[in-house]
């Protein structure tokens, strides 16, 4: 039961990790992507991602993309980028966002509150 509460607490923060992502840059040229806040990618957030697409909580926005890091000099200027690997890129869909938020168990919280107040006022009214 904890591990499940664990792993289900990994996933929300891999989503959450998705949504502080941003372009920063797209190359005009060749269509790069420069993204910030990056999320750094291993095989167990490859696992949760895989987890979130089953659910449908994020999408494909670019498939078998070049992917690597960029690296700055002391003035701030960056060395061409080296593409190391070949990553999908996901995008959070709405169902996303409502499991990020956790939109689910506020309807269920106000739905229950509304059947209380309605239970309350018919045994007033008798």
Known sequence: MIETWRRERKIRQVLRGLARQ???IVHRESGIWVIE???????????????????????????NMPTGTLEFD?????SDPRFDRIENHFGLTDGGWAALNRAHVWTVIGVIVALASLAATFAVAS
């Open 22 to 24: 941003r372009v920063a």
């Open 37 to 63: 806040c990056a999320m750094a990618r291993n095989d167990e957030v490859e696992a949760d991602l895989a987890t979130c697409l089953m659910r449908g909580w994020v999408e494909p926005l670019q498939e």
């Open 74 to 78: 002391s003035i701030g200027r960056a």
